[in-house]
């Protein structure tokens, strides 16, 4: 008998319709006689109504009430799920990330998880109960909700799934498994076999959004298998695994583009040690993710610094660092809210050289100009502005070979 987590994301659970299909499923792997605990989120469309509410009522929503108010989403669903697996004939039960032990920090709304205690979990599957668990959520120290930031819900699952050492980690999703880039932005897109942790890690940070990043993360430390599936449709997925020798035959193995992203310049800063220093130090203290930095050669004294942070970071970011211009004697601040990151991953990129220059030309080519650059050992990332994004996005996949009629 396997342990499995199995994990359903909100349009697999959008509609009553959906709620039952998927219940139909949850009825196939019990009858095969599997331990099973279900995570479900919200249904689709319901995180983004409910934040749409609070910001329509308050320009910056208290985060502490933002966290009561997301978290009812996910119970919908695991009640819902519940009732109709009951009718099946199915033992569930519903439980509340509350109920089922994940505690977190108290970093409201990007909350990170810091234990979980699965006794409910473990009775319940004891007793042939299957439970069913509401994603994106626990509570912190003080039992207040706290959410665990958007596309949480794959990280409840990957969580319990470590926790309870299952066989693999089921994420069941609108796509049959993880692609070499968006199939909804790149038709020709060809889904993979297996890909490396790594590789995943760096896909979904740089905005495939098919798994949450700490999801990931948190597998890749505790080699959960993980396998990406269609709920609406049977077939296999993608296996997110440990990386093997093949995987570095392959030069790229994806393509993302992230439109999420705006770009602060400090125009005119005195280049001088200490400056980046304070500038960036004020920035990490605020909790703002800062990605890209660039320093341009200075002239007459006088240098630009630019970075980039989420969107949605952008707000703080804008007015700390108006008051550090002014601090440092910088002459002003820039913004640019339309640009785009496009990235090239792949763990072959260690052993070959070029791809840089390939992707350079390629977007050149298209007459796309690159504003910022960035690398590590196995992603290669530019950053151009956001109408050209699946321009390049699709022109990077098809030189690199990517598409499902092309041999790699
Ligand atoms: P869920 O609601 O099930 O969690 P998400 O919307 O979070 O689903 O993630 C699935 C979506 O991720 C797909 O519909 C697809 O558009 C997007 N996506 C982005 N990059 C990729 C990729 N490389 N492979 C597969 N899907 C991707
Ligand atoms: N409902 C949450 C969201 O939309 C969590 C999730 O679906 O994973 O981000
Ligand atoms: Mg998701």
Do not use: W
């Amino acid at each position: 008998m396997a342990c499995y987590v199995q994990k359903f994301g909100g349009t697999s659970v959008g509609s009553l319709e959906r709620i039952q299909q998927v219940a139909h499923l949850i009825d196939r792997t019990c009858r095969d006689g599997h331990q099973l605990v279900v995570v479900l989120s919200a249904m689709s469309g319901e995180t983004n109504r409910l934040t749409k509410m609070a910001k329509e009522l308050s320009v910056a929503p208290d985060d502490r009430e933002m966290d009561v108010l997301l978290s009812s989403g996910e119970r919908v669903t695991i009640a819902l799920m519940a009732m109709m697996l009951k009718s099946l004939g199915i033992k569930a039960r519903s439980f509340t990330g509350r109920q089922v032990g994940i505690v977190t920090d108290g970093a409201h709304t990007r909350a990170r998880i810091s234990r979980v205690d699965t006794k409910r979990v473990q009775a319940a599957l004891r007793d042939g109960v299957v439970p069913i668990v509401a994603g994106f959520q626990g509570i912190n120290e003080a039992s207040d909700v706290t959410t665990l930031g958007r596309g949480g819900s794959d990280l409840t699952a990957v969580v319990l799934a470590a926790a309870l050492k299952a066989d693999t980690c089921f994420i069941y999703t609108d796509v049959d498994g993880i692609y070499t880039a968006d199939p909804h932005m790149v038709p020709s897109a060809r889904r993979l076999e297996k890909i490396s942790y790594e590789e995943m890690l760096e896909l979904a940070s740089l905005g495939a959004r098919v798994l949450q990043t700490r999801s990931v993360e948190l597998a890749a430390k505790h080699q959960v298998p993980v396998e990406v599936r269609s709920s609406f449709q049977d077939g296999p997925g993608t296996r997110v695994v440990k990386e093997d020798a093949d995987m570095e035959q392959v030069l790229v193995s994806g393509v993302t583009g992230d439109c999420n992203q705006a770009k602060v310049t400090v125009v005119g800063v005195p280049d001088q040690p200490g400056i980046a220093a304070k500038i960036f130090g004020a920035i990490a203290e605020s909790a703002i993710n800062v990605d890209m930095i660039i320093q341009n050669v200075s002239q007459d004294s006088l240098t630009d610094i630019s970075f980039t942070v989420p969107r949605g970071d952008l707000n703080p970011a804008i007015s700390l660092v108006k008051d550090l211009a002014k601090a440092v004697g910088a002459r002003t601040v820039e913004i640019n809210e339309t640009i785009a990151k496009v990235s090239l991953v792949g763990v072959g990129m260690r052993s070959h050289s070029g791809v840089a220059a390939r992707m350079f030309a390629t977007l050149s080519r298209d007459g796309i100009n690159i504003m910022m650059i960035s690398t590590s050992e196995i992603k290669i990332s530019c950053v151009v502005e956001e109408k050209y994004m699946e321009l390049a996005v699709r022109g990077l996949h098809k030189e690199f070979g990517l598409e499902k009629s092309a041999t790699v």
